[in-house]
T-cell receptor
Framework: GAVVSQHPSRVICKSGTSVKIECRSLDFQATTMFWYRQFPKQSLMLMATSNEGSKATYEQGVEKDKFLINHASLTLSTLTVTSAHPEDSSFYIC?????????????FGSGTRLTVV | RKEVEQDPGPFNVPEGATVAFNCTYSNSASQSFFWYRQDCRKEPKLLMSVYSSGNEDGRFTAQLNRASQYISLLIRDSKLSDSATYLCVVNEDDYKLSFGAGTTVTVRA
């Protein structure tokens, strides 16, 4: 099945620094990838849709200048949390759907647990 | 109103029991429906898609009721390894997924 690789799995950073998270589709090309955030005991919330070769589409309330998304190739999307603050501490997950498989659902990366201290 | 709502549980059941729970969705134009399983501090993993006619995968049975806008998941002969949070996921259009907050199931020996 489709495999999505996400790195790092865990990161601790100081307040004010930036953190980059990578999401790769390993065995398929993904023109679109999705970035979610999940706070404890809450559902996944879509942050933005990453489009290869064009600007990302951000959900309402998500600051595009704070969460920079780059989708430079058909297999890689990156999310950079700029000037991170403790309230940005969360579980960030990317996902993509293998276009070769209809109605199969989405494959998720293993997630990145970000802790800002 | 949330787009996808689930009973958070927890459902605490003994091994071998049957457990079932529902999920309601608000967008009548929703196209696809899924159940995902999420273990503590891990990413969601697809458990099964939900088809209009209902479908079964081993001990898991999913049903869709479009008229009442809900889907259900039934787990028969529960195993300890079934303990997890089950996420109801609705595909509203070509790409947007909406997630329920999850239903926690704990199977005890």
């Amino acid at each position: 099945g489709a495999v999505v690789s996400q790195h790092p799995s865990r990161v601790i950073c100081k307040s004010g620094t930036s953190v980059k998270i990578e999401c790769r589709s390993l065995d398929f090309q993904a023109t679109t990838m999705f970035w979610y955030r999940q706070f404890p005991k809450q559902s996944l919330m879509l942050m933005a849709t990453s489009n290869e070769g064009s600007k990302a589409t951000y959900e309402q309330g998500v600051e595009k200048d704070k969460f920079l998304i780059n989708h430079a190739s058909l297999t890689l999307s990156t999310l950079t949390v700029t000037s991170a603050h403790p309230e940005d501490s969360s579980f960030y997950i990317c996902s993509a759907r293998d276009p070769r498989v209809l109605n199969y659902g989405y494959t998720f990366g293993s997630g990145t647990r970000l802790t800002v201290v | 109103r949330k787009e996808v709502e689930q009973d958070p549980g927890p459902f605490n059941v003994p091994e071998g029991a049957t457990v079932a729970f529902n999920c309601t969705y608000s967008n009548s134009a929703s196209q696809s429906f899924f159940w995902y399983r999420q273990d503590c501090r891990k990413e969601p993993k697809l458990l099964m898609s939900v088809y209009s006619s209902g479908n079964e995968d081993g001990r898991f049975t999913a049903q869709l009721n479009r008229a009442s806008q809900y889907i259900s998941l039934l787990i028969r002969d529960s195993k300890l390894s079934d303990s997890a949070t089950y996420l109801c996921v609705v595909n509203e259009d070509d790409y947007k997924l909406s997630f329920g907050a999850g239903t926690t199931v704990t199977v005890r020996a």
